[in-house]
């Protein structure tokens, strides 16, 4: 999407379709794993989670000339786990 999108508008809009896309991301995908049952239990689960969280974080981080300060899903990940009672590894 970033490809196409990066050939037909300028800079700026694409940051806006993106920003937006990380806002959503951040929110959505924590919600959705709150509404699993049952919940990661094992180190090895919540590490997973965290590790997915990361990989997607880091993927859209290293798109071209977008600024992702509003990526917070590993964040955001982090703080479910939290609420699920387990303190993340790092």
């Known amino acids: 999407m970033h490809k196409v999108l990066a050939q037909q508008l300028p800079h700026e809009q694409i940051q806006d379709v993106f920003s937006g896309i ?3 991301l951040s929110k959505v995908i924590p919600e959705y ?6 919940q990661p239990t094992t180190e090895f689960g919540r ?3 965290l590790r997915e969280a990361s990989f997607i974080s880091n993927a859209l981080l290293r798109l071209h ?3 992702a300060k509003n990526m917070t899903l590993y964040d955001s990940m982090r703080a479910r786990l939290v609420q699920w009672g387990e303190e993340p590894l790092a």
């Open 65 to 67: 000339r977008i600024d």
């Open 22 to 24: 990380f806002v959503l």
């Open 33 to 38: 794993f709150a509404a699993l049952s049952p």
């Open 47 to 49: 590490a997973r989670v």
